[in-house]
């Protein structure tokens, strides 16, 4: 599969306390293994399983994705700020890929 670039939208300044909502979105086709190509061969089943999230490495958020989740899934949550840190994401798909992305939350 060609190199997956996820999109986060966090807020650029946040205020101590303040929820804010955290958006994704990854590019994946996430076939489900019940449709069947041009040859009547049935497409074998490739999603992204799971998404977690950890704040300055405490986790926060955790999803687990079943095949019926559109292609190019979003993904938002929403987290009460409480100091600056770093937010990491990883995605995992069936065949053991991990996608990973980072972002910087600043609090004031």
Request: aromatic letters at 8%; one cysteine or more; proline letters at 7%.
């Amino acid at each position: 599969m060609a190199d997956i670039k996820p999109k986060i939208r966090i807020p650029k300044d946040a205020k101590k306390g303040e929820v804010v909502e955290i958006k994704t979105l990854v590019p994946h086709p996430m076939e489900s293994g019940q449709r069947k190509d041009s040859k009547g061969q049935i497409i074998p089943r490739k999603i992204i399983n799971k998404m977690t999230v950890t704040f300055n490495g405490k986790p926060v958020f955790e999803a687990k994705l079943e095949p019926a989740i559109s292609a190019n899934p979003f993904i938002s949550f929403f987290y009460k700020c409480s100091e600056n840190g770093t937010m990491d994401f990883a995605w995992t798909d069936d065949d053991g890929s991990v996608y990973k992305a980072s972002e910087q939350l600043t609090v004031s």
